[in-house]
Every structure is written in structure tokens, then in C-alpha cells.
């Protein structure tokens, strides 16, 4: 053999035994071993945090009996394709209120019931065992690895009935964290001595991420109370410290219109939430992305505007299609005329697209929050995502057109808000209104970002240790 070769043979076989020998099969951290010394001490000098969930993150009961209207699919739930059940998962068209529904704590696991055997999967149980190992906990949930300690009093569940418009529900968080406040504060002086001004950090999935940052921004004031030319307040930045939001749909998803326009089929042997139904709810409108960003045409190509209620009549979707009328008997029993009831109908969703609009352009306005205040985000960018959808307006049928990196529900640019979405000329920079400290991206869908243990360990991270926060122990001392 020719010595050269040999050498570089040999030299090869060596390499690669030493690369691989060395290769090693890397596993998640113990987040006990990293976090259990915090979790301790954090809950006498750190934020309280509070968590809110995403749209059909809660469960909603009826009041006086306890029937569980969302949040269980077993016998005793409220089937919307009863006359019964339909009329209480939906709002009253006339604008009369909740019902007699109230929310009932968060969907830690959904209970559903096939064919007579009982399935649990879990939905928000992760981010609640995750806050946990951090000591952060509600009455129920940890990991157990971690050592909490004996005290806690650092975490809560903000429940809203999701159906609402956000900022109805931005204005219930408001008396929520007063409420809070007052019995952290109260806590903190009864077991240890200490007095001090409580802040929260707020971790926010999904459409809890829209609520959460309205109320950043104009605290508890309604939309009607705004006043355009002042642009923010930051009101709410007075309780609130870190905001961390996890698959938020800042820019909106196209998702949704599908939903408004033929309604929800929720999986295989489980009932279907008609059109109407979905209509009558102002959150959902709220989901819907800017016109400007032109997710949504027509089968010419054309941009439609569908905060613009005449091309909802005009092309008969939602609320305004024919299949719905029978529904809207059900859901406006004491209306005998059909022409009173689609007047209703349409009444109610113009004020809730007028609502959504305005919403849009609260949250879309430019405005630095102070300085003690950190906005996170956590995304999916690997999945493809449904970013624009063609609606055929003489069937009414809707088609994906073009999809977006995301995390199959929400897609990147979405999250981030860039609003280099629907212009012809690209920069290299993302514009967004939004005034990120940071933004993680994780290789996972919109429910399984809350698995991934990147997401655990740095969520605790920023909760925990994160020596950019305004204020530690040290400050709080002196």
C-alpha cells in the first residue's frame, strides 16, 4: 500500500472513531436540580404570576345547575345540537348578556367520552406544570422532581369566558389582579413581615396573549373610552412587569373564517358547532387577520374586507347564510318573524366587526411601554401554516391557498406582527409594532410548544433568574 495513503487512512479511521466515540446522546435538564433553590425563596421577593389561557381554554358551566357547557364532552354536557344546548354555548344574538354561563377555572384536561370509555387529553396542564417547577403553583399541579417548599401563593388561573370580546375580558383581568394583589400582599406581610407593592408577570397562551396585551396598554378602559390621537396609556403596565406570550395570533388567523363560515366540527364522534353559533361570539371576529394583510380574496384574486358586514350579506356567509335560519329560530325563540331575525342576526354582527376593528387598531398602535416592562415571545416557525385562504363567493367555499411557516394554527409572521405582511417591497427587518425584549422560536405545534422543554426551562428561566428583571431581592432590601 502507498505510505501516503496509509497515513491518511489511518488518520481518517482515527477521526471519525474519536468524533463519534465522543457524540453524546443529549437528554432535557433536570428542571429540579436548576430551579428547586429559586422556587424556595422566589415566591418572598419575586411576581406572582397569572396565567390565561387561549380561546376554549377554560371551561364554562352553567351556573345554577353546574352543567358543564364547555370543557367535557360526556353525557352531561351542553350538546349544541340541542335546542337546549345550542342556546347556551351560544350568546344571545339580541346583546343581552352571558346567559346564565360562567367560567369555571382552566381546561387542565379535556374529558372527552367515545363510544362510553372516558379520554383525557391534556391541554393546559403542561403550562401549569411547568410554572410548578418553578414553585410557581395553583392548588393542583407540579413536577416531582422539584422541591416547592411549604408556601404557595404565586400562581393563578385567570378563567374567562372566551366567547366575549377581548375586551370585555381585559376589563374582568383588571378586577382579577386587584383582587390578587390585595391577598399576595396580604400573605406576604402575614408570613413574613415583608410590605411591598406587588407586580405580576403574565404568561399568556394563544388569544390570552391578545387580552393580556390590551390590558398593557389601556388597562381597564373600554374601546369607547379610547382616545385615538393619545394612543396607549400603558395603564396596565403599572401591575404588570414581564409579559410572556406563548403562539400568540397578534396579526390574527386565517382559521377562523372557516369557522365563521361553516362552522366547527370538533373530531370524530363529537358535535359540531354551527356557524352560527361560532357567529355569535365577538372573539371570534377579533381572530380574523388585518385586511391590509391580505390573507383573504375572493376566486378574482380580489382582496375581501370582512370586517365590512355588507360582504357578508351581500355574499350570505355566517350569520347571514339561509342554512343558518333554522338555527336562528333556536337561538331567538321569541322571534316569529324570519325577516326580525336576520335583522337581529345582522345587527349583531356588525357591532361585533365593528368591535374587532377597532380592537385591531387599539392593539396596532405604535407605542414603546416603559421601560420596566419586558414583552417575550415564545412561536412555532416549523410547521406549515395556513396564511391565506380564497373564499369563493358564489359557494361560499373556502380554500387554502398558500400556507407560511408557523406552528399549524398561527403562523410566524403572525405571532411577531410583521407588518412586511401584504407589501410588495421586503426589508431585511421585521416591523412590528410590538416591542419585543426577546423572541424564541421552538420546533413545535400550537398546543405542543407548551411541551417542549426548551419552552420549560427558559420560561422558568425568565420567571426565576433572569438577571435583565427591574427588580431582585437586593433591590427589594434596600
Known amino acids: 500500500m502507498n505510505t501516503g495513503i496509509g497515513f491518511k487512512l489511518f488518520f481518517t479511521v482515527l477521526f471519525l472513531s474519536l468524533t463519534l466515540g465522543c457524540t453524546k446522546q443529549y437528554k432535557p435538564p433536570n428542571l429540579g436540580e436548576l430551579y428547586s433553590r429559586s422556587a424556595k425563596e422566589f415566591h418572598k421577593y419575586g411576581n406572582p404570576v397569572i396565567v390565561i389561557p387561549g380561546i376554549l381554554g377554560s371551561t364554562l358551566k352553567e351556573k345554577d345547575t353546574g352543567q358543564i357547557v364547555w370543557g367535557a364532552f360526556d353525557r352531561d354536557f351542553a350538546n349544541p345540537e340541542t335546542p337546549e344546548g345550542a342556546r347556551l354555548i351560544a350568546l344571545p344574538l339580541d346583546m343581552s348578556g352571558t346567559g346564565n354561563v360562567i367560567p369555571d377555572g382552566a381546561l387542565e384536561r379535556v374529558k372527552v367520552s367515545l363510544l362510553g370509555l372516558p379520554i383525557q387529553l391534556n391541554a393546559y396542564v403542561n403550562i401549569l406544570s411547568t410554572l410548578g417547577a418553578g414553585g410557581f403553583r395553583d392548588d393542583s399541579f407540579g413536577i416531582e422532581d422539584v422541591d416547592y417548599g411549604s408556601e404557595h401563593f404565586t400562581c393563578f388561573q385567570f378563567a374567562y369566558d372566551w366567547r366575549l370580546d377581548n375586551v370585555e375580558n381585559a376589563k374582568r383581568l383588571h378586577t382579577f389582579i386587584i383582587e390578587k394583589k390585595k391577598y399576595v400582599e396580604q400573605e406576604l406581610e402575614s408570613r413574613y413581615g415583608i410590605k411591598r407593592d406587588i407586580k405580576f408577570d403574565i404568561v399568556a397562551h394563544s388569544m390570552g396573549g391578545l387580552i393580556a396585551r390590551y390590558y398593557m396598554m389601556y388597562g381597564a378602559t373600554d374601546l369607547d373610552e379610547i382616545v385615538e390621537t393619545e394612543g396607549p396609556t400603558w395603564e396596565g403596565a403599572k401591575l404588570i412587569e414581564n409579559v410572556i406570550l406563548i403562539g400568540t395570533p397578534n396579526a390574527g388567523s386565517v382559521n377562523v373564517v372557516d369557522d365563521l363560515l361553516h362552522g366547527k366540527d370538533i373530531g370524530p364522534f363529537l358535535p359540531t358547532y354551527q356557524s352560527s353559533i361560532i357567529g355569535s361570539m365577538p372573539s371570534a371576529y377579533q381572530l380574523l387577520t388585518r ?27 355566517g350569520l347571514m347564510n339561509p342554512d343558518q335560519e333554522e338555527m336562528l329560530k333556536i337561538l331567538l325563540p321569541e322571534i316569529e318573524s324570519s325577516g326580525e331575525r336576520k335583522e337581529i342576526a345582522y345587527g349583531y354582527l356588525s357591532n361585533s366587526l365593528d368591535r374587532a376593528k377597532r380592537f385591531h387598531n387599539a392593539l396596532d398602535k405604535k407605542s414603546d411601554p416603559p421601560d420596566s416592562v419586558k414583552f417575550y415571545l415564545m412561536a412555532g416557525d416549523s410547521v406549515a401554516t395556513p396564511a391565506t385562504y380564497e373564499i369563493n363567493t358564489e359557494t361560499g367555499e373556502v380554500s387554502e391557498i398558500a400556507s407560511q411557516h408557523g406552528d399549524g394554527t ?16 421586503w426589508t431585511p427587518y421585521i416591523q412590528s409594532p410590538i416591542k419585543w425584549t426577546n423572541v424564541m422560536f421552538l420546533f413545535s405545534d400550537h398546543l405542543g410548544i407548551t411541551r417542549d422543554p426548551t419552552f420549560s426551562d427558559n420560561i422558568l428561566f425568565i420567571l426565576l433568574e433572569n438577571p435583565t428583571r427591574s427588580h431582585t431581592p437586593n433591590d427589594r432590601e434596600n
Not at 383573504?296 to 370586517?307: K, P, T
Open 291 to 317: 385586511t391590509r394583510h391580505k390573507h383573504v380574496i375572493d376566486q378574482n384574486g380580489e382582496i375581501l374586507d370582512l370586517f365590512n358586514p355588507q360582504i357578508w350579506k351581500e355574499y350570505k356567509f
Open 410 to 425: 398561527v403562523t410566524r409572521a403572525s405571532a411577531v406582527m410583521d407588518e412586511r405582511e401584504g407589501k410588495e417591497e
